[in-house]
């Protein structure tokens, strides 16, 4: 055994960097797992803190082939109250709205903004929330607020919160009526402040469709039940008809597990974070795919040492040691080496998370929040450590003295198969991984850099709702500065979320539904946006009753729209305009519309200003004196926020950068892990046939013709691997794109850049380590042979 150790010790001097490489190998292998794992917890943990979250569903409705998470009163009470399995109830508004309020400290007032939400009572009936201070009652009064506990510290400190006030900018005085402790990250259910909602409000309204419904009953079981049971009440309430199938019926409700709310996709009006299955699936892949490849990589490094090591072994062997116990001390150290990479990996996973790289992970990723995740990987190390030990140690103590001898143990046909198949899974996990991060990356930059038909350059955004009475007096003051072109308003911000407003209306009698973006009549001139049919709006569209309506092709298509026709109840359509691109690359283009309020206005001015900034001036001189004009309106508004139009972008496909990112990393980690393994068996190649390599130089060969002769037996490999990987990777990155409406080509070179990268990188392993040996002095090797 001690001789065995320093053997070992021995062969650690002499190759100190391929052993530095391996244990590096090893420990970003297990680091890597760790960090994927931590994400894959965060995504397939979400939302199952809650009690019986298994219990707890989101109601949706559907027509046709457009399903919706949006839900008027009546309709979301008529569901309610259909079946006794339906123990609880909860309503909310769509969106969170941003507060501002203030709060008087020592005589002075502070100004804050946060997150906010509209609720019913019951609402906390059906999740989970932990109340550190007040009522856990689940009860919220009117003129009160539930707050998070991060949010009490930061306004409070450590003095108790409820009964405090706050003065909100457009109801006045508030309570603090309970204090709840913060909700984990992976939730739909958000911490923010929480206010009553009437318990009347739009009770009857079948045209306000401004909720989300939830229901919490007493067995999932019953779900199924749950459908019947509502058609029934719709029937008693003359909703449908008598006639009306459920299977066969154009509209209707369904039931949404709340844990999958997470994954399902192509709900409209529902903005709650998303993943994608392909994508965690494949990030699992990969963090498999690196503690595989870091394994055999290990093996092939133990199976590369045998030339050094298989004589001591042997000696011990004569000198009356079992193999067993030889086998034994071998798998030891193989398991001592795994255990010490892993310990390194740990303050590898802790460099990561006081890294910036730590915002592509979702998850917690410090030590003291994932024990389990952390205690596992010491099992993976371990395991890795047996496996990558036992195949090493049989061989080792399987070889013959005759062999060793000879010289011919490392080239059994059968060891040399082995070797190759274990080199070739490499080569298949790099391919992939380079096609797939590549993909991912041109998906992401087609989103980001693809025409949305309208002008996006030299654009400013900021948001002036707390000065909207003061709107065309800070238009002309911005106006006033030379380097500003023009200023335009709207409600939303383009491109900046899956789906916006949506109406249900009626035209020549049929029922239809479009989105709808409220704008300001300059809107389309300065943004760019060309009419194809019909007129722009004008000014005088503001003062007619009735608002004004252009629609995109999308809409003029599917309801066969005419310019001159009315949409009931609400206006004109004056003009048709191109489809353009208002909202994220993940849905297809919808009937959409652009509008101008008359008169008769019942919902919000917009507030979201567009700023056209002259090409050719200093944008950062531009933000000051949009900023300093703001402050001459409102000196105590201190959230106001200029940002360039790319930055509504870079957010709204943040969660596929991070992961494509993520990806990218690891994909990196796996190819380097995967070319240290090639590396390995180059060196056990090459040990192996010294004394070959001596004769061929002897007869003649030169080092040229030695080192072409080793790089065609690894491409033979490589080609190979290849072919077995494109179909494979090709297959993965259509799944993964089935998430997206709008897609990148799947470009021919990028299989090829795969092959040139690998290609090259095997070149210049295989030529560095052999160029080295085959300048040895070929007598030298014939007779240490």
Same mark, same amino acid.
């Given at each position: ?27 970003? !292998? ?59 109830? !909860? ?82 005085? *508030? ?56 058609? *029934? ?51 699992? #892949? ?97 395991? #890795? ?74 654009? *400013? ?121 208002? #909202? ?37 001189? #531009? ?75 002897? *007869? ?86």
């Amino acid at each position: 055994m001690k001789a065995i150790i320093l053997n070992f010790l021995s062969v650690i001097r002499r190759f100190r960097v391929a052993v530095v490489l391996n244990i590096l190998g090893l420990s970003v !292998a297990f680091a890597a797992f760790m960090i994927i794992m931590v994400q894959l917890k965060h995504d397939y943990g979400f939302d199952k803190f809650h009690k019986d979250y298994d219990k707890i569903f989101r109601v949706e409705g559907y027509q046709n082939d457009n399903v919706q998470a949006m839900f008027k009163r009546p309709e979301a009470d008529l569901v309610f109250e259909s079946s006794p399995h339906i123990v609880a109830s !909860a309503v909310a508004h769509i969106w969170e709205q941003t507060t501002s309020f203030s709060i008087e400290k020592d005589g002075e007032r502070d100004y804050y903004e946060e997150k906010s939400l509209m609720v019913l009572p019951s609402f906390f009936d059906v999740f989970t929330f932990d109340f550190v201070e007040g009522s856990n009652s689940g009860y919220i009064e009117a003129r009160s607020v539930f707050i998070p506990l991060s949010l009490s510290r930061k306004l409070f400190g450590n003095e108790p919160a409820v009964g405090k006030q706050i003065v909100h900018s457009n109801w006045g005085n *508030l309570t603090v009526m309970a204090v709840y402790r913060d909700l984990p990250a992976n939730s739909i259910i958000k911490n923010c402040m929480y206010f009553a909602m009437h318990e009347n409000e739009n009770k009857d309204s079948w045209m306000n469709g401004i909720y989300h419904a939830y229901i919490r009953v007493d067995d999932a079981s019953n779900t199924p039940q749950l459908l019947d049971a509502v058609i *029934l009440n719709a029937r008693s309430k003359g909703i449908v008809d008598d006639d009306f199938e459920w299977n066969k019926s154009e509209f209707g409700w369904r039931f949404t597990a709340l844990p999958d709310i997470h994954y399902v996709k192509g709900i409209e009006f529902d903005e709650t974070p998303k993943a994608s299955k392909q994508t965690l699936m494949i990030l699992f #892949a990969i963090a498999v795919m690196i503690v595989v490849i870091a394994g055999i990589n290990f093996t092939n490094f133990s199976t590369a040492l045998t030339p050094m090591r298989v004589k001591t072994i042997n000696t011990q062997r004569v000198l009356g040691a079992r193999r067993s116990t030889l086998r034994r001390a071998l798998v030891a150290e193989a398991v001592i080496v795994s255990l010490s990479s892993y310990i390194v990996a740990v303050l590898l996973f802790d460099m990561f998370y006081h890294s910036p790289l730590t915002k592509l992970v979702d998850g917690d990723l410090s030590i003291t929040s994932q024990p389990l995740i952390i205690g596992v990987t010491a099992l993976v190390a371990a395991f #890795a450590g047996l496996l990558a030990g036992f195949y090493p140690s049989r061989y080792m103590t399987s070889v013959q003295p005759s062999m060793v001898l000879k010289g011919s143990f490392g080239l059994s046909p059968k060891g040399k198969k082995m070797r190759n198949s274990l080199t070739g899974i490499q080569y298949i996990a790099s391919f992939a991984l380079i096609i797939g991060a590549s993909f991912m990356y041109l998906q992401n930059y087609f989103m980001q850099n693809s025409s949305l038909g309208y002008d996006r350059d030299e654009l *400013l955004t900021v948001n002036i709702r707390q000065i909207q009475n003061n709107r065309d007096a800070f238009t002309n003051q911005l106006k006033a500065y030379s380097g500003i072109a023009d200023v335009t308003y709207g409600e939303s911000l383009l491109s900046s979320q899956d789906q916006y407003m949506g109406w249900g209306r009626r035209y020549n009698g049929e029922s239809i539904n479009f989105q709808c973006l409220p704008v300001h009549y300059t809107f389309l001139k300065v943004m760019g946006i060309e009419i194809a049919e019909g007129r722009d709006f004008r000014a005088e569209d503001a003062n007619m009753q009735k608002g004004v309506f252009v629609f995109n092709e999308t809409a003029r298509k599917k309801y066969n729209m005419e310019l001159g026709t009315q949409i009931d109840g609400e206006g004109e359509i004056i003009g048709f305009m191109s489809d353009v691109k208002f #909202a994220s690359f993940r849905t297809a283009v919808e009937p959409m519309a652009f509008f101008v309020w008359g008169t008769d206005n019942w919902g919000n001015q917009p507030n979201n200003a567009y700023i056209k900034v002259k090409a050719g001036t200093d944008m950062r001189a #531009a933000m000051s004196h949009i900023r300093a004009t703001f402050a001459e309106f409102d000196s105590e508004y201190t959230f106001f926020e200029v940002r360039f139009f790319d930055e509504v972008l870079q957010r709204l496909y943040e969660k596929e950068r991070s992961l494509s990112s993520l990806i990218s990393l690891f994909s990196m980690i796996a190819i380097f892990i995967s070319i240290v393994g090639v590396f390995g068996m180059v060196v056990f190649d090459s040990e192996c046939r010294r004394k070959e390599i001596g004769i061929r130089k002897v *007869l003649g060969a030169s080092v040229f013709n030695i080192v072409v002769m080793f790089n065609k037996a690894y491409f033979r490999i490589l080609t190979v691997c290849f072919l077995v990987a494109v179909p494979a990777a090709w297959y993965a990155v259509n799944r993964w794109l089935e998430n997206f409406a709008y897609k990148t080509p799947l470009y021919w070179w990028v299989y090829l850049l795969a092959l040139v990268v690998v290609g090259i990188i095997t070149a210049a392993t295989v030529t560095f380590q052999n160029w080295r040996v085959a300048n040895d002095d070929p007598v030298k090797a014939i007779k240490s042979e």
